[in-house]
């Protein structure tokens, strides 16, 4: 009898096993010790889970330095707490993918049209950035003409701000080339050298409570880079980045072709040195995006670029608390919310390859709380490619910082192929719009919380526009100037409160 309820037992565990289908990496010579590389161990335990059937790949507690690590389709990596994958120190255990974005061709943790695929648990995936960087060496300033920005030659990188001058490094710290049915939940991923976690032409994504832990001074560093892809969808998220936190369709050429929608982003905090959420620049159509309930600390809160040609529309970003300062040596000059159309290359001017220019339309921007050190900033180099764009519910403070001498009084409308129109001196009103059409600003306050630098001016300056309506606001100009709270020049078809104290117009119809 005894022998008949061990064996039960027995094929009882037998049958666990096999419906579970758990596959631990240690069972294949995977070493946690942090020096012994495990790049075979680990994808063997991945091939063997996805020939099987698909199952579970585990990471038990310890840390598995490793090379490239390629996941199949139907296999799920599993870190428990205390589990961290590590990147390899050496750029020859990288796997080079075959195909290349802007100069990016290896990754670390890597799939291609794969399905079904997950990374969860409590563990960590370290990308070993200071391996690939010395931390007391900072870049130089990209695409500045010195002769345009207010500060001269004295406009240049600084350290504590970063950002790191480049060293050979590996591309994607994790690239997910046209996969489909993912789940990335409650890990940790940290210490990108270059872009974090990259989607290209990717369908039903979901990111739910994970943290990105990324150094602010390495550049390209980005949390989360969403290429072409849809049905994207990331909640209760922290993401701390160098550069973008979550960037939608960036440069996927050269992997897949496709365009950006149907993308959610809620219950999350994200910190940058550049922007917090960038929109653009691309090849193809951005469109049908929501931002909701979300804390952004950054250079740049919101950036929307249209540059290739694009249609960037229908999106909504409503109950945002955006807080944004100057930085040094980062693209941005702490626009809260910056929106810009500008020429990126040569197909505006040759006729062989001249196509239409980017159009940037259909966005809602609603219960927003502002604290910047600069305004919002609307600049269509084409006038009417930025249309259709709505302020309501926006209570906006603007204070003093440190960084002023070294970087203020200037747009930043990087990257444009014309460097004089890169960076360069302006006066910072608290809204700039330039060459809009049918912009509408409704329950806005403006406040300025310091003595201002004098190239601070109005609250709103508005030029070379058509249809402009601003209605129940409540603006100022910073204390002790006597600009007119709003300027409006070369435009026409405006509706405007009557409860501002003074506007000057001029050429408006």
């Known amino acids: 009898m005894m ?9 009882c565990f037998i049958v666990q096993i096999l419906v579970a289908k758990e596959f631990d990496v240690k069972d294949y010579g995977a070493v946690g010790d942090g020096k012994f590389l495990n790049t075979e161990s680990i994808n063997a335990a991945i091939k063997d889970c ?30 428990d707490a205390g589990a961290k994958i590590l990147a390899s120190p050496n750029l020859e255990d990288y796997d080079d ?3 290349k974005s802007e100069g990016r061709s290896t990754s670390f943790i890597w799939a291609k049209r794969a399905k079904n695929i997950s990374i969860v648990g409590r563990g960590v995936i370290d990308g070993n950035d200071m391996a690939f960087f010395d931390a007391d060496v900072t870049g130089p300033e990209w695409q500045v003409d010195y002769s345009v920005v207010r500060q001269g030659n004295d406009f240049k990188v600084r350290l504590p701000d970063g950002p790191l001058k480049t060293k050979d490094r590996p591309g994607m710290l994790m690239t997910f080339i046209e996969c489909e049915n993912m789940l990335f939940e409650g890990i940790t991923v940290q210490k990108a050298p270059n872009w974090n976690i990259h989607l290209a032409c990717c369908k039903y994504v979901d990111f739910t409570n994970i943290k990105v832990l990324n150094s602010l001074l390495v550049p390209n560093s980005d949390g989360l880079d969403i290429s072409q892809s849809q049905h994207v969808h990331i909640s209760g998220c922290t993401i701390i980045a160098g550069d973008d936190g979550i960037a939608i369709s960036p440069c996927a050429d050269g992997f897949c072709d496709g365009e950006a929608r149907d ?16 929109l653009g620049w691309a090849k193809s ?11 952004l600390n950054s250079n740049r809160g919101i950036c929307i670029n249209g540059r290739l040609g694009e249609t960037i529309e229908n999106i909504i970003f409503s109950d945002l608390i955006i807080n944004t300062r100057l930085h040094s040596g980062w693209w941005g000059k702490a626009e ?6 500008m020429p990126l290359d040569n197909s505006y001017e040759d006729a062989e390859k001249r196509r239409e220019h980017s159009l940037i339309q259909n966005i809602r921007f609603s219960n927003i709380q502002i604290n910047s050190e600069a305004g919002v900033l609307l600049y269509a180099f084409h006038p009417g490619s930025i249309r259709n764009i709505s302020f309501d519910g926006v209570d906006m403070q603007i204070s003093n910082g440190k960084f002023q001498q070294y970087s203020g009084g200037n747009f930043d409308l990087r990257p444009s192929k014309d460097h004089k129109l890169s960076v360069f001196a302006h006066d910072i ?8 059409k049918d912009i509408s600003i409704r329950n806005y306050s403006v406040q300025w919380l310091d003595e201002m630098p004098d190239y601070y001016t109005n609250a709103i300056y508005g030029e070379d526009f058509d249809g402009l309506l601003i209605e129940d606001v409540q603006l100022a100009v910073p204390p002790g100037t006597t600009h007119p709270e709003a300027y409006l020049k070369n435009g026409k078809n405006c509706r405007l409160d009557n409860r501002i104290k003074s506007i000057e117009k001029k050429n408006i119809k």
């Open 50 to 79: 996805h020939n099987s059937g698909g199952g579970t790949v585990r990471f038990p507690s310890g840390v598995y330095l490793s090379g490239s690590i390629q996941i199949l389709s139907s296999v799920t990596l599993e870190l």
């Open 336 to 341: 809260p919310i910056h929106i810009s159309e």
């Open 97 to 99: 993918l075959g195909v």
């Open 3 to 11: 022998k008949f309820i061990y064996c039960c037992l027995a094929l």
């Open 429 to 436: 009103p608290a809204i700039y719009l330039k060459g809009t």
């Open 285 to 295: 159509r951005i469109g049908d995006c929501v931002f909701q309930n979300l804390i």
């Open 263 to 278: 993308i959610t982003v809620t219950n999350c905090t994200i910190e940058s040195r550049s922007a917090a959420i960038r």
